[in-house]
């Protein structure tokens, strides 16, 4: 017995070892990458490297961050789809050894000898172990490992593009905060000051120096600031909320009493390697080259299923009909058996099947090249978002300081007579309208440099990074966030 289980061992091994392995190996198709960037304006190593919401130097951003890495919502589904493919893997992955079942049963009564005859009452007592097992010649089990091996990768980059998109919107969301803030500490000091013009208008058309146009214009004046202190602070109650949720918090305020003023955050001049570095950082690229190489590897699953599959199976265990004596060297019971099972005739069905896996190995390579270009395209426009809204933020600033210099000077010539109250209004509806415009573009400016960083896959480390803390993800999420399955199958 010993010895015949040894000689099938013997042969299995050495018809897996000799086994091939069908359909094509996963090669990453060849793409026309530029050599540069059109709108690059400083060379180097790419700041994507970097923790890049640092660069802020805003304490209060960097808790936010983590706080959402933590507890957002996508982030607890996008971990759980990552424990989902990780076991579809471990599921997979069994395939690649035997499968052993046991079995115990006992059985009493009596057996027909005959048509209504009943024969003596009969015992019948069973314990076996079964085993079975699939060579893999044609490399099935093989090629479905490595598709749930690459799906297993593939999540884990859709995990990665959440937590970049959920960074980018938690720094823009909170930039977008700090505008309103700004916006409605303007409209506030404007309201005040047209509260107090109003006063003054008023008690001169008491006096009869003013006509009721100029209190009548006061009053549009003030009812504007008014209306838009209203809509800011709509926005802002809004703009919390929203930030809540990412946080994975109820609606309510975002506290920010130490969190730096708009005008204190700058935008510096940054290098962004080269087009050819988006290849191997941008996560939700790894993560169409990855359903790439998953779906590559189903061509060889379907191409295998064309062929015979050859099963080993053997039982090994005792039988006997006697109980008292059931332990026995005599009733020891073995069988070794293989069977071959192929398609013969299908009506071209496993000829499909292999059609259809390399049409959708056409539209994940068509994705993946799509990805990349949209990659290609994303840099691109941040960097023209980047130049042009600091032409414009200084642009505006410029504007901001000439309307404050005009108002002063209208109301100065109208307090001494010199010109009309229309002037003045003119003058300061320029002054509130240009200091608006100016935290906006300041915000946009801002908002750019973030849409950089997130088109060039930033906040990813460094290789020499991801060698020092042991893994990808210890080396750009915090502790909190870490998936505790994350070593690698």
Known sequence: ???????AALMGSSLLLGACMLGPDYERPELAVPDDYVNSVLAGESFAYDSWWTVFNDSRLEQLIETALRYNKDMAIAMARLEEARAQLGFVRADYYPTINGQAGASRGTLINGLGTTGSIQEQYILAGNLSYELDLWGRVRRSNESARAALLASQEARN??????????????????????????????RDTRVGSLE???????QGTVALLDVN????????????????????GQAENFLSVLLGQNPGTIERVDAPSLEQLSVPIVPIGLPSELLERRPDIRRAEASLAAQTAQIGVA????????????????????????ISSDNEAWSVSGSLLGPIFDAGRSRSRVAVEEARTQQAIASYEKTVLLAFREVEDALIELRTYRLEAEARQMQKTAARSAAALSRARYDGGVTSYLEVLES?????RAELLASVTLRQQLVALIDLYKALGGGWPSPEAVEE?????????????????????
Do not use: C, W
């Open 217 to 236: 214009q006061a009053e549009i004046e003030l009812a504007d600031a008014q209306a838009e202190l209203a809509s800011l602070e709509r926005e802002q």
């Open 161 to 190: 593009v959440i937590t970049s998109q959920l960074v980018a919107d938690v720094a823009t969301g909170y930039l977008f905060l700090l505008d309103l803030d700004n916006r409605i500490d303007v409209a506030l000091r404007t």
């Open 1 to 7: 017995m010993k010895r015949l289980a040894h000689r």
């Open 428 to 432: 300061e509806r320029s002054l509130f």
């Open 303 to 326: 191409k295998a299923l064309r062929f015979p599959t050859l099963s080993l199976t053997g039982t090994l265990g005792l039988v006997s009909d006697d109980l008292s004596d059931f």
């Open 200 to 206: 003054i208008i008023k008690a001169r058309y008491d």
């Open 469 to 489: 803390a042991g893994s990808y993800l210890n080396a750009v999420l915090p502790e909190a966030a870490r998936d505790p399955l994350d070593t690698p199958p």
